[in-house]
């Protein structure tokens, strides 16, 4: 489809993309949304925490948050509060290990884990009369969300009817180089610490099992996905993990439509995550590119207290 014009605009001073993302990191507040948390289980054995803010319609919006993020952050529960107000009951849900509570088995979630979304998709049609379902995901949340929808192609859930995915990491290589880069250092730390954190749980869960010695050499995905994350799910290394995990390859195979936002000064995205060619090329993604908006940013002040995303 032709590219879509974008009618965001900033307010005032925040037109830098580090200050877009930083600033509701720190700053909003979401309040009107009351979850209601139910715990199932996957098939492998491990558990999903769900948190429900429902209206009573027919209608649903299964919501998946980014990387080290969880339903309680203010983009989660701003697009949950915005759902509801529109006549939509609202499913955030937390990636494994995310909901405050480690998950039971070694592994964890990953940018590609789509059974996991499947899982939530399939217990959420069980659970209600919903005629229609879209979905909705920032950042890792994103490529889980378009990498689903392109794997399943035609044979999609008929009841999913669209999706939208913001500041997503398309090419997980490409964006996991460019946060590397001196300019991203503050944000790539914050990723390893949380990250380290998670890693030294597991260690007191399941000794013998993992173990951070030398930790402090881990600087980047690189070497974080070497040594945990591709060994702990299948992959042959960080590599071999981008490549199979990364949406981009499986955009083409998008059968519904679906809108990916990526704002143009977002400092988490290189130019591979903006797939022009692929949207180009398909008559059911859309993508729109902002010149601001930072990464899971587009903040806004309103008497609504809504931000653009």
């Known amino acids: 489809m032709p590219l879509l014009e974008s009618n965001y605009q900033p307010p005032r001073l925040f037109g830098s993309g580090h200050l877009q993302t930083i600033y509701p990191a720190f700053f909003r507040t979401v309040t009107e949304v009351n979850y209601q948390r139910e715990r199932i289980d996957t098939p492998d054995g491990d558990f999903l925490d769900l948190d429900w803010s429902r209206v009573g319609e027919q209608r649903l919006g299964v919501i998946s948050h980014g990387l080290e993020g969880n339903t309680g952050r203010a ?7 915005a759902l509801n107000r529109g006549g939509w009951d609202a499913l955030a849900w937390n990636f494994r290990g995310c909901s405050g509570e480690p998950n ?3 592994n964890s979630y990953h940018s590609g884990k789509t059974e996991d979304l499947d899982t939530v998709i399939e217990h959420a049609r069980n659970s209600g009369d919903y005629s229609q379902i879209a979905l909705i995901g920032f950042s890792m949340g994103g490529n889980l969300t378009l990498k689903y929808l392109g794997e399943r192609g035609a044979g999609v859930d008929p009841a999913i009817s669209g999706a939208v995915a913001f500041s997503v990491p398309c090419d997980l290589r490409a964006s996991s ?39 402090h050499r881990i600087k980047n995905f690189k070497d974080f996905d070497d040594r945990y994350t ?16 990364s949406c981009k390859p499986y955009l083409s195979g998008i059968k519904v439509p679906a809108l990916l936002i990526n704002a143009q000064n977002d400092p988490f995205l290189p130019p591979a995550c903006y797939p022009e060619e692929a949207a180009l090329g398909s008559p059911y993604l859309f993508l729109e590119i902002p010149r601001s908006g930072g990464h899971v940013g587009f903040v806004e002040f309103n008497e609504n207290g809504d931000y653009w995303s």
């Open 75 to 81: 983009y989660v529960r701003g697009m949950a509060r």
């Open 104 to 106: 039971r088995l070694l």
């Open 177 to 215: 180089q460019h946060l590397a880069r001196p300019a991203n250092k503050l944000y790539m730390a914050r990723f390893i610490r949380l990250l380290h954190e998670k890693v030294r749980v597991k260690m007191q869960l399941r000794p013998g099992e993992i173990d951070d010695r030398d930790y």
């Open 230 to 245: 591709a060994p702990l799910n299948g992959f042959a290394d960080a590599e071999d993990y981008w490549c199979r995990a």
